[in-house]
């Protein structure tokens, strides 16, 4: 193996894979930390460039916008509370608060350390388990990916706050905005009402940036004069990293267990960052001492959320590399970019090309110390923000977001939808319903459905997600955590009690 | 707790009415399980929350009313729609704005429309001083001009060019 890691350093370690690998891990960086823009997009915008570029130095641009993406999106989560990515959305339930507490720096360096580690962590899993890991992806069928998505739709209990039957209608709310538009397994149109713009469903970003971004920025011109108050008043803007990596490593099993649900989650195809942050954050949440302290500001959640979502990198190349199957959306782009240079991917790659696969690898641990010393150093620059007044910020971002919501599809109608998910959104915190159940639902209700479905069409039998043992764990655990909640809050009582 | 009844009773009527067109969508060609069938749990949870959220409601409330915290207006209609107007008037101006610009967007283009929404917007929310039209302006300018340059030049990404031009 030690000679295969020389490959790819020798592969890596020339002028132009180095210096493509930097400035995709800035731009990653940027475009993580915007509201409305998506990883995947910064990388599909990336894959033009890589035509006048060696197959390593497209990948290693990629990579860079991966893992500068993934460390960026805390950004705008932790300062102004609307995360720049979908695998960002945990990060805010602790990171913003602590800013509010005035500990903006702490937050961003802890989010930043995070990524940082659980990427490492990733990378080396992707090394060394990589078979064992792929062959286990590979087994699953959909009864499996049904089960197990099922099992990511029942943290909606833990994300439900005071009221359960908000939460599940906050759920509901986004698996029915999902589930607008062709049918995924037919075509046949669902819901359109003869609208033709309905006809393609509900573009995910602006309905994200709607119900996240949209209504907190509204949710901060109530009030006679918030409009002219900066956002996050008294920010403290210095922090010690040696300080902050203590914090870190005085929770060893958060920190290796978040980014090994990044790793699994990764490593399965259609599930992404988006899913594993708000897991890490949920099972870190579970297995806490104190976890009534979750979403008021301590840095628990934030080394869960961002380990875990620096931790699908090397999960979702796994496959990508071993075996042809991209993880997710990003990894497929990777392997567009590779089929560009007339590389056909699939498990005949690490034997013709193994500096190309060892390459990655090598890649994506150094991408991991750029990605760290640009936000560390940038950090200063990026909590300024904070300190521009409401008046100023919120136009400002408005535009960001409905030109970022425009940019995807250039479909005009992306802007409405932002306007309509915004407003629901408004009025949904207004009255008390949680909306992270409801982001949980748009990226869970298609995945669920189209498996659902294909289960039983391959075989009618319904009694195969029981029967099927990798499904059945998985059924398993999604009673288990519909459970804890109320176990949790009955153990909480009764403590209470005593007190 | 009426908000949580008069919420519960739209769920259950949106609910009906999205079941029945889900009824309606064409039979699956094979099997048992065709475009309307996960849709019709979905409208089923929801229907059953709604429910929930109107019992729910009723039982807080007579709990309240045993108790004698039955909830009682505390001011005048006329009060409290002028604290509500003043509470929520940067909101409404915000959401009027923001409507007006992608309407407007869509005639005039990016470029117009934003270097008229974002002062307006400012204006609206913002200190009525020289210092913050200056930096209304300054602003106005940067974003408009950096979101242009980085999406349309660098990132050669199509923006809004409007049906009148």
């Known amino acids: ?499 | 707790m009426k908000q949580d009844k008069v919420i519960g009773i739209i769920l259950v009527v949106f609910s009906a009415f999205m079941y029945y067109q889900a009824i309606h969508l064409p039979p699956p060609l094979f099997g048992d399980v065709g475009a309307a069938f996960v849709p019709k749990i979905w409208f089923s949870i929801l229907g059953i929350s709604g429910v929930s959220l109107i019992v729910t409601g009723f039982i807080r409330d007579r709990k309240n009313r045993a108790s004698g915290r039955d909830e009682v207006a505390v001011a005048h209609f006329g009060e409290r729609f002028k604290g509500f107007l003043i509470h929520y008037r940067f909101v409404l101006s915000g959401f009027i704005i923001f409507f007006l610009y992608i309407f407007l967007m869509k005639y005039i283009g990016y470029l117009y429309s934003t270097l008229l929404f974002m002062p307006a917007m400012m204006w609206v929310l913002g200190p009525k001083t020289g210092k913050s039209a200056a930096v209304a302006a300054l602003t106005t300018l940067g974003v408009t001009g950096i979101i242009y340059w980085g999406f349309v030049k660098v990132l050669k990404v199509f923006l809004p060019t409007g049906s009148l031009f």
Not at chain 1, 464 to 491: E, G
Request: with cysteine; glycine share 12%; net charge positive.
């Open chain 1, 1 to 499: 193996m030690f000679d295969m890691i020389m490959l790819g350093v020798q592969e890596v370690f020339k002028p132009y894979p180095l210096l493509f690998l930097y400035l995709g891990t800035v731009a990653g960086i940027i475009v993580g930390c915007l509201p409305g823009f998506t990883i995947t997009m910064g990388v599909a915008l990336v894959l033009p460039l890589t035509f006048g570029m060696t197959s390593m130095e497209g990948l290693a641009a990629m990579i860079g916008v991966m893992v500068g993406g993934l460390a960026g999106g805390q950004i705008s989560g932790i300062l102004i509370g609307i995360p720049g990515t979908p695998s960002s959305v945990a990060t805010v339930f602790d990171g913003h608060p602590m800013a509010k507490k005035g500990e903006a720096g702490r937050a961003l360096a802890t989010g930043t350390w995070a990524s940082f580690l659980g990427g490492l962590i990733s990378t080396f899993v992707m090394l060394f388990f990589t078979p064992p890991l792929a062959a286990a992806a590979l087994k699953f069928g959909p009864w499996e990916f049904f089960s197990l998505v099922f099992f990511g739709l029942t943290i909606i209990a833990s994300l439900s706050g005071k009221s359960l039957t908000k939460g599940i209608v906050s759920g509901v709310f986004g698996l029915i905005a999902a589930s607008v538009g062709a049918d995924p397994m037919t075509g046949i149109p669902r819901f359109d009402f003869g609208f033709n713009h309905l006809a393609g469903g509900f573009a995910f970003l602006p309905v994200l940036v709607g119900l996240f971004a949209f209504s907190q920025l509204m949710s901060n011109l109530e009030g006679k004069s918030r409009a002219q108050e900066a956002l996050i008043v008294g920010t403290k803007l210095t922090f010690s990293s040696l300080k902050v990596l203590k914090d870190i490593f005085r929770q060893p099993f958060n920190l290796l267990r978040s980014s090994l649900i990044g790793v699994f989650i990764g490593a399965l195809p259609g599930a992404g960052a988006s899913i594993s942050n708000i897991l890490a954050y949920d099972q870190a949440k579970k297995a806490s001492r104190h976890p009534e302290k979750f979403g008021t500001g301590i840095i628990d959640g934030i080394i869960a959320s961002e380990s875990a979502n620096n931790g699908t990198e090397g999960g979702a190349l796994t496959p990508t590399m071993a075996l042809g199957i991209p993880g997710g959306a990003v990894s497929a782009m990777m392997l567009g970019a590779l089929l560009l240079h007339g590389i056909q991917p699939g498990p005949m790659l690490i034997i013709e090309y193994p500096h190309l696969v060892y390459g990655v690898i090598v890649a994506l641990f150094i991408a991991h110390f750029f990605m760290l010393g640009t936000q560390l150093y940038g950090i200063k620059l990026f909590v300024r923000l904070t300190r521009l007044p409401i008046y100023v910020l919120v136009p400002s971002i408005l535009v960001l977001c409905a030109v970022g919501s425009f940019a995807i599809f250039n479909r005009f109608f992306d802007i409405w939808v932002l306007l309509i998910f915004g407003t629901l959104g408004y009025l949904m915190s207004k009255f008390k319903f949680p909306l992270a159940p409801a982001i949980l639902g748009v990226i869970l209700g298609p995945i669920a459905e189209v498996n659902y479905r294909r289960a039983l069409q391959t075989e009618s039998d319904m009694t195969l997600f029981f029967t099927r043992p990798i499904s059945l764990a998985f059924l398993v655990l999604a009673v288990l955590s519909l459970i804890y909640p109320f176990w949790q809050n009955y153990r909480q009582k009764k403590r209470q009690a005593k007190s």
